[in-house]
């Protein structure tokens, strides 16, 4: 008697466990569906006439795929230069900002020098000063240095990420020292120890920060539009805005050109999703 209720009690709990799992699973589907929608209706708005984006009752999928937004785009606003200038600036931002970052992280984790915490609280502190107050003397000097409207205006700024700092310095705080210390016996120079023992333990986090600044560098706009003058030289974001018009904005033409500019994001993420998880699961582990 005893093991039939125990059997039944199983029985129970187990189609509990089924039926609650499926009521998780539907709900995140349906919370999936409303996320999804807003980029569903802008690949649907990118290949439809101007005429048709803004009808009502709304048309989900278009009848005649308008294909020649892109084309237009391409050919005729120069939109593939401008995806370039972005892919190269949100690159080379990223690469260089990482090197800066792991090495002022491990600076800051593993050597005692003085005014170690006072240079570091003043990094965190430079987190709290928005851009735009710092937009002003960064444009006059960099008048001077005769970088505007290029590219290097814009990736300069961001190469000594504060955010990035802090993130690299956990990282290399969970490093043994020993390890570093058996190196520097054995005659390895600081940049040798930084370059064959700190890098290879860096993977994951030098993955969730890449995606970080990539992400951030590919979507801004307030600097570069401030920088960059000329159509060659401009960025997804920057060339998206000057398509408005007060007259006759071509929201069919903002439209493929904002998928232009999520779709690469959307790649990236989807083929580094499990190192961004990973970088942000060890680095608050470490942290």
């Not at 349906?30 to 803004?54: A, G, N, Q, R």
């Not at 990223?94 to 005692?112: D, E, H, N, P, Q």
Request: charged share 15%; hydrophobic share 55%; glycine share 6%.
């Amino acid at each position: 008697m005893g093991k039939t209720l125990k059997l039944q009690d199983a029985a129970t709990s187990g189609s509990k466990s089924i039926w609650s799992s499926s009521l998780a699973f539907a709900l995140m589907v349906i919370v999936s569906l409303f996320t999804l929608f807003p980029l569903f209706w802008l690949f649907s708005s990118s290949l439809k006439d101007i005429s048709e984006i803004f009808i009502n009752p709304p048309i989900w999928i278009p009848s005649t795929l308008h294909w020649e937004n892109f084309r237009e785009l391409f050919v005729e606003r120069k939109f593939g230069i401008i995806t370039w200038n972005s892919f190269l600036l949100s690159t080379t931002s990223t690469i260089i900002a990482l090197i800066f970052c792991s090495l002022a992280g491990f600076a800051f984790a593993k050597y005692k020098f003085k005014g170690k915490k006072f240079l570091f609280v003043l990094v965190l502190a430079s987190l709290m000063i928005p851009h735009e107050a710092t937009m002003v003397p960064l444009f006059s000097i960099y008048k001077n240095m005769h970088l505007i409207d290029n590219i290097w205006g814009v990736i300069l700024p961001d190469l000594a990420n504060a955010f990035g700092i802090f993130f690299m310095r956990q990282y290399c705080m969970s490093l043994p020292d020993e390890m570093m210390e058996a190196a520097r016996i054995d005659g390895c120079s600081e940049f040798k120890i930084f370059r064959r023992i700190v890098l290879p333990n860096l993977r994951s986090g030098f993955a969730g920060l890449g995606i970080i600044l990539f992400v951030k560098q590919w979507n801004n706009f307030l600097w570069p539009s401030v920088i960059l003058r000329s159509q060659e030289n401009m960025t997804l974001s920057v060339a998206l805005k000057a398509l408005e018009d007060s007259n006759n904005t071509p929201y069919h033409l903002i439209m493929a050109g904002s998928v232009i500019s999520v779709l690469p994001l959307l790649i990236i993420v989807l083929i580094f999703q499990k190192q961004l998880i990973a970088g942000m699961i060890d680095g608050a582990i470490k942290g």
